[in-house]
């Protein structure tokens, strides 16, 4: 492909024919496609750009500050909505994943909307689609369109009536991520793994608790500072934790546990649309396993799981 330098020129140019004087918004969540995005916008058209960040509660230990300090260090200008126990209110009882989806997604669009509203005179909605969102949503239009609802694609624009500003329609993830270190961001801001809109919500299965948020959060934790210190956080597509809905049998001491069950969930990938389960050391999964259970109250097995996509998709949700 050709090289990001004249990418960001092209992008930048496009950008500004496109927007002109107009406002512009865009939903950040700290991962490399919205952060990149807003990065090329906001180098076209300034502070026209507003980035809203929504905390749906649902985010990884400390990820809302890290992100919030990250972003301010790019001098992006952001509007920072923590809607945590408005979302959690929300999925109350629910267990469907599709259901789980659908409601943050209504409700993530209605604080956009009322963002935007505050925001005023917005005409413009710049979103982070790559080329494999792109295609992922065409082909899958038909019966099949609704496999999963990735609540990043659609949606928004036509419910606001914005124009859409897609800078990165034509990019694969490994080039989002060449652009990102182009465009000045920390590494450790580009090497993150995806992370789903809806967050830890479709990774625990089953109803969501204050609890069981916590155990995910702290397991999730867990994952990725040793897949950091092995060595494996950057070989791998992505790699996390889901809470399992059922309870099985331990021991402690002399004591017998009835607690929680924690599937790891680590896949080489290049555009997510195929997986393949990481075949990581036996002790790096030891490690894994005896920190979640040591150090998560609550949680006493856990497994590995050894699926592809396909058959299997790579979340549990
Ligand atoms: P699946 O589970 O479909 O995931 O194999 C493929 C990639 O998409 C991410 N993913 C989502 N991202 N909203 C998102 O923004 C969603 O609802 C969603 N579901 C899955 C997943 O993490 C993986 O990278």
Not at 15 to 30: D, F, M, P, T, Y
Not at 111 to 134: M, N, S, W
Request: charged share 30%.
């Amino acid at each position: 492909i050709w090289d990001m330098h004249s990418f960001v020129e092209m992008a930048t140019r496009e950008i500004r024919e496109k927007v002109g004087n107009g406002r512009c918004i865009c939903a950040l969540s700290g991962g490399v496609d919205s952060t990149v995005t807003a990065l090329l916008v906001s180098r076209a058209i300034g502070d026209n750009l507003t980035s809203i960040f929504v905390n749906n509660g649902f985010l990884r230990k400390n990820e809302a500050e890290t992100v919030l300090s990250f972003l301010k260090k790019l001098g992006l200008k952001v509007d920072y909505v923590d809607a945590s126990s408005r979302f959690l209110e929300k999925l109350k009882g629910v267990v469907d994943p599709e259901k789980k989806r659908k409601i943050i997604g209504e409700e993530f669009i209605k604080i956009f909307e009322e963002e935007a509203k505050r925001i005023g005179k917005v005409e413009f909605l710049a979103q982070g689609t790559l080329y494999p969102d792109v295609i992922e949503s065409v082909s899958f239009k038909g019966p099949s369109a609704t496999i999963k609802s990735h609540h990043n694609v659609g949606g928004l624009p036509e419910v606001m009536k914005l124009d859409l500003v897609e800078p990165l329609r034509e990019l694969f993830k490994d080039e989002v991520r060449e652009l990102a270190l182009e465009l000045g961001m920390p590494e450790e801001l580009v090497w993150r793994h995806p992370f789903p809109g809806p967050g830890l919500a479709i990774r625990i299965l089953g109803e969501i608790t204050e609890d069981r948020l916590r155990i995910l959060r702290e397991a999730d934790a867990i994952v990725i500072e040793e897949l950091k210190k092995s060595g494996w956080y950057r070989k791998v597509w992505q790699g996390f934790a889901v809470l399992l809905p059922i309870r099985t049998v331990g021991v402690m001491g002399d004591e017998r546990t009835y607690d929680h069950v924690v599937a790891l969930r680590v896949v080489d990938s290049v555009d997510a649309m195929t997986a393949d389960w990481t075949r990581l050391p036996y002790d790096v999964l030891a490690r894994l396993s005896m920190r979640i259970i040591n150090e998560v109250d609550g949680v006493n097995r856990v497994c590995y799981d050894i699926s592809s996509k396909p058959p299997s998709t790579i979340e549990w949700e």
